[in-house]
């Protein structure tokens, strides 16, 4: 069964600090996505990451993928407010060549950044 | 109307009622999904449905029935729900591969639904 563990669960930043979010997966895959939500809404999506060593940055975030070690990282530079939500990576575990993907999300990280 | 719609936002219902959740995207896609999101536990996914053809049934229970008339629709129906049902769901839809490169999938602002 695959499991996707993230960690930490709650991250409690100050502004202008820097953290990472890791993002562990137990089975082979090379499609890993992050997601945010803000309370009460929907996910957003905010990186596809397709093959070792992808690495993406919009903003004051940044992701990154390791399919030899089944992680995958999202830093966070300078934090603001603004990012206050909760983060979610998303393996997909689907075959290619299929017309449909099938996620399995991890817990989810709650960020609060605080002034 | 532009990305995934769901209707209602938020149902109440008693374990005897039957009700449906409905879900419309409205970026040409062709697969579309039910997950279950609990407070407790990672989002499930449920059904998967590719072309108008159900591919995936996550061991859901009977209670839950799925139906997708096409490819922008796609029906939860709901029958002698549990208290233990109660969650957010949501819908989501992808294009699936295109140009060899996997295709995003979007969500909608889902249904808190309350058994009561």
């Known amino acids: 069964e695959l499991k996707v563990e993230q960690n930490p669960l709650f991250l409690s930043m100050q502004e202008g600090k820097n953290y990472t979010i890791y993002c562990n997966y137990s089975?082979?895959?090379?499609?890993l996505y992050w997601y945010r939500q803000d309370p009460g809404k929907s996910l957003e999506s905010l990186f596809v990451?397709?093959?070792?060593?992808a690495v993406k940055q919009e903003g004051r975030l940044m992701a990154s993928l390791d399919t030899k070690a089944r992680l995958s990282t999202l830093h966070i530079t300078a934090a603001v407010h603004d990012l206050s939500a909760t983060y979610f990576c998303?393996?997909?575990?689907?075959?290619?060549?299929?017309?449909?993907?099938?996620?399995?999300f991890g817990q989810g990280t709650i960020l609060t950044v605080h002034p | 109307e532009t990305g995934v719609t769901q209707t209602p936002r938020h149902l109440v219902m008693g374990m005897t009622n039957k009700k449906s959740l409905k879900c419309e995207q409205h970026?040409?896609?062709?697969?579309m999904y039910w997950y279950k999101q609990s407070a407790k536990k990672p989002l499930e996914l449920m059904f998967v449905?590719?072309?108008?053809?159900?591919?995936e049934n996550n061991s859901v229970p009977s209670r839950f029935s799925p139906e997708c008339p096409n490819s922008s629709h796609l029906f939860l129906h709901l029958h002698t729900l549990q208290p233990e049902d109660s969650a957010l769901y949501l819908c989501?839809?992808?294009?699936?591969?295109?140009?060899?490169?996997?295709?995003?999938?979007?969500f909608g602002p889902g249904t808190r639904l309350l058994v009561l």
């Open positions: 998303a393996v997909d575990t689907n075959a290619g060549g299929t017309s449909y993907g099938k996620l399995t």
């Open positions: 089975t082979t895959s090379d499609r």
């Open positions: 989501a839809s992808s294009q699936g591969i295109r140009r060899g490169v996997w295709e995003t999938q979007y």
């Open positions: 990451l397709l093959s070792n060593g």
């Open positions: 970026l040409g896609h062709n697969a």
């Open positions: 449905y590719s072309l108008e053809e159900r591919v």
